[in-house]
């Protein structure tokens, strides 16, 4: 039974839906870009050097551990050019760049290439990083600070900074509809509410991102806020104020959907969003923090393993 | 193929084939030299004393290792024995091969000249119907039925099914089968039960087949088009636990496929075993014949009568899309249990990868085992197969292929599954065998 053709040959199934890791990445990024090109818009040049250095130095570094790993070369995938889209838009646009190229060292190094590589990173990669140069350096990422040369035509006071040190009264003056059309101070790709919420929704349908986390936390963010705001009206913000600033969009649709740091079941994808979200309201109204998303999601990351094991018996197992 | 649909926050879902309100009548393929069959062989029956090269056989004649083996075929064209050697299948499993010439006067006009060429031994045994025989002579009847399952003592049967669902994608043989020959299944059935004595016979079919598979006298219960719902252990789990609860799923029950009954049926009216196989066959332009083959025809007569040819790197697939296996010669042989034979283009292959798993969750998601396939796939591609059967459920996997179909890092997940369970079944037979 031997002929000169050669056949390919090879297991089942012969057939496979077409979906790939890249296509994914490049689905993501471009709903990324939906907050991205408003932040470049409304922060000038400056803020396209900083997405364009993240997300160049994001590919370096990886390339770089491949070479030292001797591992095959693996940036075709988009996973670093997207953590460094993620990192650059948490930042300010007025970020030096030896604090982006540091980011993404930690990010695409520290916070997924010494675990292994894509899909082995206990953290989401762009939150680490992030965390890590915000305690470093925090003066940098003090957004009052950092954008004092721009000039708005809208309340440049970073809004989050206002409901902490004055009460929810401070930010009375934000109008819901100006915080979901961008008009606030804060990182280049996390301000602009609508292109966020259009660009998850997108995911959302596409099944690039899972909605049980987006909607649970978003719903976390919003019940927890409620229940502060009817405790003390005074002292803490309603919960459209928490929904639309800081990084709750971004983190809600972009940064707790990372596939390797998030759940795969049903209920625990619940459970997991819906705990990120009271967490960003609670460290936001009673932490030392100004900003709970990306703490909250850190800590959603760490106990993802141990509700991800609230799962359906598998077949034939048990009664 | 069917690529992932535009919206995915739904779990992705794949229907079976349903076949035409009027299906064409199969082409009807011989063999035009020779045949060839591919008889399981076990490590005990090494030697085969039965046949040797240059034999004459005739049409319906048992060909197996030994007088007693368990697994053997019958010829499907009277010929003569050229060539027996050893084919090495999935997995390291080992078959004979067994090559017969077919005469060339046998070769067209089956009708006339099987009738005398014909292999008596059948007809004799079979005046009086009964599971032994069957047992002896139509294991090798299209559609492949299993009657050891009545011999099991640990396990009674309580119940015979009878599926008129393909289990496959694109395969239609069995609802082909229900459609145009609903008579000779009820007459299957009728013995069957007869033989066996177990008057509990249940017959599954699609939807759309609900009132015709009503004459054939069974219980007749409908499984929907969603694969992989036809899977014979989903059946038991969905469609028969529910009837007798826990009771059905823990005896045993012997799944008979609807050509395989209409053929047990036409074997003892007839007294001459039908040994033609019907098959969906794909092209590369993802056109659907049904074709009417003997058993052991080539796939190289089947290429021909289509007018495919084969380049180098394109695939050929002997069973589903899902399920089946590719085959690495145009010798390969159509057998009892081929439903379906896919030819792919070089073009629509996808390629597997090795990167790491990414969680996605696509596969748990699909999974109809509720398999952790996320973690599973960890322990499986790190080689702890033990941990991956004690923690991870490993054997509670259908073999449905749904995960390597989802799965966005492109791993050989469902290989990787029925790798770990080959190696440790032959752990576990090597470990009988020492103690």
Known sequence: MHSTLKLTVSHAPFWHNGSSISSKSR????????????????????????????????????????????????????????????????????????????????????????????????????????????????????????????????????????????????????????????????????????????????????????????????????????????????????????????????????????????????????????????????????????????????????????????????????? | MIKRSFFGLVKPKLQYEIIDEAPAEPISISASKQILLLIDQFPDSAGNDLFKTGDEVRRGQKIAMADDAPAYLLSSQSGQISKISEFVGMLGKKYMAVTIDVKPDAKRDVKSDAVRAVDESFKKACQAPSLDNAAKYLAGLPGKPDFSVFSDPEKPVKAIVVCGVDNDLLTTTNQYVVKNNIIAIKTGIDLICKISGISHAIMVVPQHLEQVAGSSGAIVKTVDSEYPSAHPELIVQHILASDDGKSMSESGIAFFSAEAVSAIGAAYNTGIPPLEKIVTVITKDGNKRLVSAPIGTPLQDILSEFNETLNEGDRVVFGGPMTGTSVFSTDYPVLPDTDTIIIQDKSQITERDDIACINCGECVRVCPANIQINQLIRFLEAGQYEEAADQWDLFSCIECGFCSYVCESRIPIFQHIKLAKHTLESMKAAEEINA
């Open chain 1, 27 to 319: 689905n993501i990024l471009l709903a990324g870009l939906l907050a991205v090109i408003p932040g470049c818009l409304q922060y000038g040049i400056a803020a396209v050097g900083v997405v364009t250095l993240s997300i160049a130095s994001a590919i370096i570094w990886e390339l770089v551990i491949n070479f030292i790993s001797r591992r095959p070369v693996s940036v075709g995938d988009g996973n670093a050019a997207l953590i460094g889209m993620m990192f650059a838009m948490m930042l300010p646009a007025t970020t030096p760049w030896w604090a982006v190229v540091t980011g993404t060292f930690f990010a695409v190094v520290i916070g997924k290439e010494i675990f292994g590589g894509i899909g082995a990173n206990p953290f989401n990669p762009a939150v680490l990083a992030m965390t890590i140069v915000m305690v470093s350096w925090g003066y940098l990422f003090d957004f009052n600070a950092a954008l004092l040369n721009y000039q708005f035509d809208f309340n440049a006071v970073y809004p989050l900074v206002l409901s902490k040190s004055f009460g929810a009264s401070a930010v009375d003056s934000f109008a819901l509809t100006d915080l979901l059309m961008g008009k606030q101070i804060g990182g280049i790709g996390s301000t602009f509410g609508i292109g966020l919420i259009l660009g998850g929704v997108y995911l959302m349908l596409r099944g690039y991102i899972r909605w049980e986390i987006s909607i649970s936390f978003l719903a976390g963010v919003f019940a927890a806020a409620m229940g502060f705001n009817f405790f003390n009206p005074e002292l803490y913000a309603g919960p459209g104020f928490h929904l639309l600033t800081g990084y709750t969009l971004i983190g809600a649709f972009f940064l707790a959907t990372e596939d390797s740091s998030s759940p795969v079941n049903f209920i625990p994808m619940l459970a997991y969003g819906l705990l990120g979200g009271v967490l960003t309201v609670l460290i936001r109204n009673t932490g030392v923090h100004i900003d709970g998303v990306l703490y909250a999601i850190l800590i959603i990351n760490l106990v993802n393993p141990i509700i991800d094991k609230i799962r359906p018996k598998a077949l034939g197992k048990g009664v």
